[in-house]
């Protein structure tokens, strides 16, 4: 178990040493890896930690980017927007959820998908707002203390220590009393309501928190790419983030962190393969799902009980 | 008003054609509490055979016998023995993640192995005009309304009225009881999966003449189809033919009268109503899951 912790310590000083050594798309698709794991922690939360369907993760991040985009060519600063897409989405979550969660479990994965299906048309078609599909470009990079975050690697270190403290964040939401109430609640539904926790009442704020962190990760995803347009805000792109948690492990802290780093940057590695990458990806999730349901971090726990 | 009853009219015949994508889904649904999510796929797939087959020289009626055939095989027994069986014990969760997964699968052999770009595809019905009063239609639409209209009637029949069809029912309603009764489940749940995939291959025969054969025309029948089958009530066999349609006439009048920017947008508030306020959908009862 010791090796736990000093394993963790190296892997975030080999990340934070990586950009040294990549050229600028490099650095961009690690930025990107970051701004993903932002939202599948969020994702994480809903999915695996409150045992609840989505499958609208990117309307979040699509809302908290554009709130962003917007907002910021309107001249205000990062500083605020950023905090103000993570509470919009946070709200737009208990609205939705509400609704949702009152019928059977299953019905959240149905009302979430339509509602991105909603969310895109809205992107697409309302130019006047959004700009359509030809989406919203010059974003600017917020500037931190005066310094400028404008260079790729800069931006990078910027997103990384952000995820990192999004992630304490999370860490201690989940080892909270409250948190604690929330894994009760996935593995016993009725012996968790028999003491005394409100299903209702947690699951909802799960859905929302984790609608929150994927506004939050829109916001940089926002002044990361510095245009967006609807495509990466559709239903296929929520179906990637499901399976970048369950890929990973689904409830298990470092899964997304896996299950990103798989989505995003190995088809870069496997580019040669072109389209038949995601046929094998395809194939590998129904894989998984038969021999490895926990995801890919099972591994070693499966290991130890043979 | 002769606009509005040719696009109701048109409207339904797709709406038609989605009530047969949608029937599939809820009869998987009932016998196997499987929630396919590559429903879409299992429509694109079978385009693509009949496509292949046609590219050896067969005739269309060949073609269509052998994507049958093909579709039972690999949609049915297949998808049955080798991803339904080992996961369903597991809930719900594993399998709809193991059915995107074959989705994006499935999608992506057919790009990387067949090709990227449109195909078009055969149509069994003349698209020649029928004037009908003030309304004209096409022999398609009539065709296809017709055809849609009497496999789900036969399907309807066979479930009620047959002793196969009865037992097929008895399974969905309650497993154990079925059991005790002396009928073989796993043959009737096996049945239900064969149904499913030819109502496949015969929705991509219909639907394919319009959406040209593309790797991802399985993404909007697919979604078309969970619609449907969710407003009209995803444990009700009817009810996926009253969503189908009002998916199909909704879409229409919105495109025409509304906005053709969101032409899906009223059946999917519709969809998000009827899943929000009255989730066994509008012909469904209220559902009692077994344990």
Same mark, same amino acid.
């Given at each position: 178990m010791k090796l736990g912790p000093i394993a963790l310590g190296l892997a975030l000083v080999a990340i934070a040493l990586a950009p040294l050594g990549l050229k600028n798309y490099g650095v961009y698709l690690l930025t990107l890896w970051c701004v993903y794991l932002m939202a599948g922690m969020g994702l994480n939360l809903t999915v695996g930690y409150a045992g609840q369907m989505s499958i609208g993760h990117a309307a979040f991040l699509g809302i908290g980017a554009y709130t962003a985009a917007i907002l910021m060519k309107m001249g205000l600063s990062f500083w605020f927007v950023m905090p103000l897409a993570a509470l919009i989405c946070f709200f737009v979550g208990l609205v939705l959820g509400f609704p949702a969660l009152r019928v059977q479990h299953h019905y959240l994965a149905f009302a979430t998908l339509g509602f991105n299906v909603l969310m895109y048309l809205f992107f697409r078609n309302e130019e006047w707002l959004t700009g359509g599909t030809f989406g919203i470009s010059g974003i600017q990079r917020p500037g931190l203390l005066g310094l400028s975050l404008d260079g790729s690697a800069a931006y990078f270190y910027f997103t990384y220590v952000s995820a990192i403290l999004l992630a304490l964040v999370l860490w201690w939401l989940i080892r909270s009393p409250w948190g604690r109430a929330f894994a009760a609640l996935r593995d016993n539904p009725i012996r968790a309501e028999s003491l005394g926790v409100n299903i209702m009442a947690y699951t909802l704020l799960a859905f929302a928190i984790g609608a929150a962190f994927a506004g939050i990760a829109g916001a940089y995803f926002a002044a990361l790419v510095q245009f967006i347009e609807p495509a990466p805000f559709n239903l296929s792109a929520s179906l990637m983030m499901l399976l970048m948690v369950i890929v990973g492990g689904s409830g298990r802290f470092f899964g997304p962190m896996l299950g990103a780093a798989i989505v995003i940057l190995l088809p870069e590695w496997l580019r040669f393969m072109k389209d038949w990458y995601l046929v094998m990806f395809g194939l590998a999730v129904v894989a998984l799902m038969i021999w490895l349901p926990g995801g890919l971090l099972s591994i070693p726990e499966r290991l130890r009980r043979t | *008003?002769?606009?509005?009853?040719?696009?109701?009219?048109?409207?339904?015949?797709?709406?038609?054609?989605?009530?047969? &994508?949608?029937?599939?889904?809820?009869?998987?649904?009932?016998?196997?509490?499987?929630?396919?999510?590559? +429903?879409?796929?299992?429509?694109?797939?079978?385009?693509?055979?009949?496509?292949?087959?046609?590219?050896?020289? *067969?005739?269309?009626?060949?073609?269509?016998?052998?994507?049958?055939?093909?579709? *039972?095989?690999?949609? @049915?027994?297949?998808?049955?023995? &080798?991803?339904?069986?080992?996961?369903?014990?597991?809930?719900?969760?594993?399998?709809?993640?193991?059915?995107?997964?074959?989705?994006?699968?499935? %999608?992506?052999?057919?790009?990387? @192995? $067949?090709?990227?770009?449109?195909?078009?595809?055969?149509?069994?019905?003349?698209?020649?005009?029928?004037?009908? @009063?003030?309304?004209?239609?096409?022999?398609?639409?009539?065709?296809?309304?017709?055809?849609?209209?009497?496999?789900?009637?036969?399907?309807?029949?066979?479930?009620?009225?047959?002793?196969?069809?009865?037992?097929? +029912?008895?399974?969905?309603?309650?497993?154990?009881?079925?059991?005790?009764?002396?009928?073989?489940?796993?043959?009737?749940?096996? $049945?239900?999966?064969?149904?499913?995939?030819?109502?496949?291959?015969?929705?991509?025969?219909?639907?394919?003449?319009? $959406?040209?054969? %593309?790797?991802?025309?399985?993404?909007?029948?697919?979604? %078309?189809?969970?619609?449907?089958?969710?407003?009209?009530?995803?444990? +009700?066999?009817?009810?996926? !033919?009253? @969503?189908?349609?009002?998916?199909?006439?909704?879409?229409?009048?919105?495109?025409?009268?509304?906005?053709?920017?969101? %032409?899906?947008?009223?059946?999917?508030?519709?969809? !998000?109503?009827?899943?929000?306020?009255?989730?066994?959908g509008l012909l469904g009862k209220a559902e009692e899951r077994k344990v």
């Open positions: - | *008003m002769g606009d509005f009853l040719q696009l109701v009219l048109s409207g339904t015949a797709i709406g038609a054609i989605y009530a047969l &994508a949608a029937l599939g889904f809820t009869l998987l649904w009932q016998a196997s509490g499987t929630i396919n999510f590559a +429903q879409g796929e299992f429509v694109m797939l079978p385009a693509f055979i009949t496509l292949i087959c046609l590219g050896y020289g *067969m005739p269309l009626p060949l073609a269509f016998a052998v994507t049958c055939l093909a579709s *039972m095989a690999l949609l @049915g027994v297949a998808f049955k023995k &080798a991803i339904v069986e080992p996961l369903i014990r597991h809930g719900v969760i594993p399998l709809v993640i193991a059915t995107l997964g074959l989705s994006i699968g499935l %999608k992506n052999l057919v790009k990387a @192995g $067949y090709s990227a770009g449109p195909n078009p595809f055969p149509n069994i019905f003349p698209s020649t005009l029928i004037s009908l @009063g003030p309304v004209r239609v096409s022999a398609y639409d009539i065709g296809a309304l017709v055809l849609a209209g009497l496999i789900v009637f036969a399907l309807q029949s066979f479930l009620n009225r047959t002793l196969t069809g009865r037992a097929m +029912q008895a399974c969905a309603q309650n497993t154990e009881a079925a059991t005790v009764l002396g009928i073989n489940v796993k043959r009737m749940v096996l $049945y239900v999966f064969l149904i499913n995939a030819l109502l496949a291959a015969v929705t991509a025969l219909l639907v394919t003449p319009t $959406y040209l054969a %593309k790797f991802d025309m399985g993404d909007t029948i697919g979604l %078309k189809a969970f619609y449907a089958a969710i407003i009209g009530g995803f444990n +009700q066999t009817r009810g996926a !033919l009253l @969503g189908g349609v009002l998916v199909g006439v909704l879409e229409n009048l919105t495109g025409a009268y509304l906005s053709p920017a969101y %032409k899906e947008g009223v059946a999917l508030m519709l969809f !998000l109503v009827v899943i929000l306020f009255k989730p066994e």
